[in-house]
């Protein structure tokens, strides 16, 4: 038990912290699978749109590679709850934990650019194309110092070995 404790910082068996890990990467994925669903509706409905056939072809091109992006968040954040009910009793829920961590990883940045390029189409079609770079650069640079940036710098500053 002591290599254990002074490994994870925690009394718990490789199993039980298999198991905390699940459950906390599990409420992680919820509020990404919200957003990421959301936007990915949102986006679906904007081609039966009216306005969508003027649009210039540089939009509509942006609007396929969002969409697209788009599908393959969704797919990345809800793949940790396939992995796990296909995987669940089969005694891999480390194997599970670090497979689900990735593929939340992965969807987290797909996500950042489905944002980024969801916020482009919308400020090319609202606004004078000039500013859009100028409004969405920083946006994206926001997106990755809080998604990115700060936990890095926390887990290398904080952590001990």
Not at 50 to 57: G, N, P, R, V
Not at 106 to 115: N, Q, R
Not at 122 to 149: F, H, S
Request: contains cysteine; proline residues 3%.
């Amino acid at each position: 038990m002591a290599e254990t404790m002074s490994r994870t910082g925690r009394d718990e068996s490789q199993e039980e912290r298999a198991d905390r890990m699940w459950v906390e990467l599990i409420q992680e994925v919820r509020v990404a699978q919200t957003g990421v669903q959301i936007l990915f509706g949102f986006l679906l409905t904007v081609v039966f749109q009216q306005k969508y056939a003027s649009l210039e072809q540089t939009d509509r091109t942006i609007y396929i590679v969002t969409v697209v992006l788009g599908a393959a968040a969704t797919g990345a954040l809800i793949g940790p709850v396939s992995l796990h009910r296909l995987v669940s009793g089969r005694k891999v829920k480390p194997q599970a934990v670090q497979w689900a961590s990735r593929m939340t990883f992965v969807g987290l940045l797909l996500l950042l650019a489905t944002m980024a390029s969801s916020l482009l189409l919308i400020l090319r079609v609202a606004t004078d194309n000039g500013i859009v770079p100028w409004i969405v650069a920083p946006v994206v640079a926001w997106y990755a110092l809080c998604w990115y940036v700060i936990p890095l710098w926390t887990r290398r500053r904080h952590t001990t070995r």
